[in-house]
């Protein structure tokens, strides 16, 4: 696994004259799951965007490091017409892997995420839980060196939401792929990451970076425990002074 990520200092300014990230430096090394939290409209996508090369930067440089990258947006993004399994193969197809070797990764992923059983179901027949799942499944089927995710969690109730907290960082330390994941959730940020980078309101620039110190596989009491508390409520604190 390689998986690395450098942002340095980064700004992206729109055509409409909106500077959405200004002077963002940002780094990324195998074994580092990076959260982002900030105000609404900060910037946090855009930062996404610009890291998956989907967007340009106006200054600064981004350099990549990875064989694979995966993305995995909000909303699941699935094919109605296909079955969870045929989902994730879809990745398999557009690279051309051979059909026996697609099919084997994409029930492995399915396993992966508690999703055996399921595989011939389509998306509409799944809960939204569910269907996240698979749309994590379909990023990880790859075995990406470095997967960004943008608040993939945020439309899930809370208690599904947990629990997807609680699988994700068993796979990240399953798969030692480097992350980079968005939130509004300063709890989600701090049970998931290595460290929390905070950012201010737009345009957005990284205000404090927390590391956090927990080891992984982290069980879900994690979250009542004082250090914790502590670790959220700087979290807290640091976006209070500067949304
Ligand atoms: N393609 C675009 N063209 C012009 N302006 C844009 C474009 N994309 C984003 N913006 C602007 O850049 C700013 C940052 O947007 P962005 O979506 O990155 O924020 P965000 O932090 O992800 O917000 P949220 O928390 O609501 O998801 C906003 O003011 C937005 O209107
Ligand atoms: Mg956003």
């Keep these: 696994m390689t998986g690395t990520l450098t942002l340095e200092g980064v700004t992206k300014q729109f055509d409409t004259g909106t500077v959405a990230v ?12 990076v959260t982002v939290v900030g105000p609404s409209g900060c910037g946090k996508s855009t930062l996404l965007r610009l890291a998956s090369g989907l967007e340009t930067v106006t200054r600064g440089t981004v350099a990549v490091e990875a064989a694979s990258t995966s993305y995995v947006f909000q909303d699941p993004t699935l094919l109605e017409w296909r079955s969870a399994l045929r989902n994730v193969e879809l990745v398999g197809e557009l690279r051309r892997v051979p059909r026996e070797e697609r099919r084997r990764r994409a029930l492995e992923a399915l396993e992966l995420v508690g999703l055996t059983g399921f595989e011939a179901q389509h998306p509409r027949k799944l809960s939204g839980g569910m269907r996240m799942r698979v749309s994590l499944a379909r990023a990880l089927v790859a075995d990406p060196d470095l997967a960004l995710f943008d608040e993939p969690f945020g439309a899930l109730d809370e208690i599904t939401r947990l629990q997807m907290q609680t699988e994700l960082q068993k796979l990240f ?34 205000v404090a970076e927390i590391p956090v110190p927990f080891a992984y596989p982290r069980p879900p ?19 209070g002074e500067h949304s």
């Design 173 to 206: 330390q399953l798969k030692g792929f480097a992350g980079l994941f968005i939130t509004h959730s300063v709890s989600e940020a701090v049970y998931l990451s290595t460290r929390v980078v905070v950012m201010s309101g737009r345009p957005g620039r990284i």
């Design 22 to 33: 200004r002077e963002v430096s940002l780094d990324l090394a195998p074994g580092d799951f």
């Design 221 to 239: 009491e994690l979250r009542y425990a004082p250090e914790f508390a502590e670790l959220t409520g700087r979290v807290s604190e640091a976006l």
